[in-house]
DNA sequence: CCAGACGTTGTT
DNA sequence: GTCTGG
DNA sequence: CCAGACGTTGTT
DNA sequence: GTCTGG
């Protein structure tokens, strides 16, 4: 599963890499990114944009942030095109979720033992995402608040020793299919990532100071040891 | 995801 | 033990 | 037809 | 948003 992760690239950079235009002036460096949180996504509509938008889907229909709380941070890629609750955006809100890497947890009887995953020779990683706009209040105090949740997998090699799930990670070459609005088979782009060569990962154990979102800085993400999982 | 807060009753 | 907050 | 439910994850 | 129940 994925519950916090990593983003501290140059916007400038991500922008780059997935040919998208900002509509932030920067993105700001988090070495632990929590439920809850505004994350940088990439979304396709006219242009393909980079914005902010909330960690933990609230859906549209939901009666509010609150109650949708942390709940749908993570959706299974297995089902989540078929769940009525989510097939409409899976089907046409489909996003980029911008990080370079995420933390797993290992339990290890009554521990927790964090890891940090980041791909082989670093740089940025893309998580396969849904995302939804809820709307409330009233007149003047009307919201509009955009969402996400990250998709999970199965875990390959070096994730499958820690945990039993993992983000989906969308390799460069299916970026493309995974944003196009005209891809409305959410199914068959989800298959394809499944049958591509995975992104190479390596990971290390790391604090459990990751464990409270206070901490949140390049401390975090330091190997404890010389233990390089790959 | 994890950490940390929460938690009663009656009475004035 | 369960809920809430980040 | 309308109203109301649906929907996660992990773990043991 | 879509499906199910009545």
């Known amino acids: 599963m994925c519950g916090r992760y990593t983003v501290a690239i140059q ?75 989510f097939a409409e955006s899976a089907s046409r809100r489909r996003c980029l979720v911008i990080a370079d890497g995420f933390y797993e947890w290992k339990r290890e009887g009554t521990k927790k033992q964090p890891y940090h995953f980041r791909p082989v020779g670093g ?57 196009s609005p005209d891809e409305q088979d959410a199914r068959e782009v989800i298959r394809a990532i499944q049958r591509a060569e995975p992104v190479a990962l390596e990971a290390f154990k790391v604090s459990t100071k990751v464990g409270s979102v206070a901490n949140d800085d390049p401390s975090l993400i330091v190997p404890l040891d010389d233990e390089r999982l790959r």
């Open 123 to 179: 740089g940025l990683i893309t998580f396969a995402g849904i995302w939804d706009i809820w709307q409330g209040g009233v007149g003047d105090e009307t919201k509009r608040i955009p969402s996400f949740a990250i998709l999970t997998t199965k875990p390959i090699a070096p994730v499958a020793d820690i945990h039993d799930r993992m983000p989906m990670i969308v390799p460069p070459a299916l970026r493309d299919r995974w944003l």
């Open 11 to 85: 916007a400038q950079e991500a922008a780059d890499e997935l040919r998208a235009v900002l509509t932030i002036d920067a993105i700001e460096p988090r070495f632990n990114l929590a439920p809850t949180e505004d994350a940088p996504i990439a979304i396709e509509r006219e242009e393909r944009r980079i914005g902010l938008a909330r960690f933990g889907l609230v859906p549209a229909e939901s009666e509010s942030p609150k109650a949708a709380g942390a709940r749908w941070i993570n959706l299974r890629a297995e089902g989540v095109a078929t769940q009525r609750a």
